[in-house]
């Protein structure tokens, strides 16, 4: 079912922003104008849900939607620009566009201003993202009106099915290692070869063989994951990626 709000330009607003400690102000017109943008927003940063899947994802994601055509991902959130840019930080989303609606004048204006009193939130956005393409809304996806805060058709996953069904989702690459070890060197250096981006756990500082052992059965490193699956060491990695190129 397609939302009043398709096929209508986004409301033209100034946002007051903060970017490394300094005010900026940003017009809707240069987020969007002669761009293909994502935005998805949110009640408010620092919210359970919020912070623990919709923005991670999205960030995830990102460089999936740029393979998709997508210029820009935008986060919206009444809050304001002290607050929004404290969340940036502590998420380390990179790939995203924090934009504080502080007023909720572009809220209000997609008509997603919604009461959160009981709460003690005031006034805030309901979730919803949509797809913006040269100012124009094409596609939004708006969660349904239920009690708390559902979170079922604005995600970063339902986005991507709409923009490309067939678009193949990024691995996701965990390595265990240890500083001055050669064959963790050695298994980043084949991951990065193999345009792998990966999250990089080293021991010390609370990480112990212990933690090593429990997660892969190993309490040597490096010990890589791929998708929940483990690989092994370097050797191996090296293996299972020769065996993906002679497949390929």
């Not at 995203?96 to 997603?112: A, K, L, R, S, W």
């Not at 993202?129 to 100012?135: C, E, F, Y």
Request: aromatic share 8%; with cysteine; glycine share 10%.
């Amino acid at each position: 079912m397609s939302h009043p709000m398709e096929g209508q330009p986004i409301p033209r607003v100034t946002f007051r922003t903060r970017v490394n400690g300094e005010w900026q102000d940003v017009k809707t017109d240069e987020l969007f104008k002669g761009k293909t943008v994502v935005v998805f927003a949110l009640p408010g940063a620092f919210t359970p849900t919020c912070s623990s899947t919709h923005l991670p994802r999205y960030n995830e994601l990102a460089p999936v939607l740029w393979d998709n055509g997508v210029d820009d991902i935008v986060c919206l959130s009444v809050n304001d620009a002290f607050v929004m840019e404290e969340w940036r930080r502590d998420q380390h989303a990179e790939n995203v566009t924090f934009i504080p609606d502080g007023n909720g004048e572009f809220t209000e204006g997609m008509g997603m201003l919604v009461d959160k009193n009981d709460l003690g939130f005031g006034k805030r956005s309901w979730r919803y993202a949509m797809l913006v393409r040269d100012g124009v809304i094409e596609k939004m996806f708006v969660e349904p009106e239920k009690p708390g805060d559902p979170f079922e058709v604005s995600d970063a996953d339902t986005m991507l099915r709409h923009i490309n069904p067939d678009a193949p989702h990024p691995s996701f690459v965990t390595l265990f290692s240890k500083p001055g070890c050669p064959h963790c060197s050695r298994a980043k250096a084949l991951l990065e070869e193999h345009g792998y981006d990966y999250e990089e756990i080293c021991l010390g500082e609370g990480i112990t063989t212990r933690s090593v052992r429990a997660a892969t059965g190993s309490g040597t490193v490096p010990q890589v994951l791929i998708d929940g699956r483990l690989v092994g060491g370097a050797d191996d990695l090296e293996a299972r990626l020769g065996r993906a190129r002679s497949a390929a």
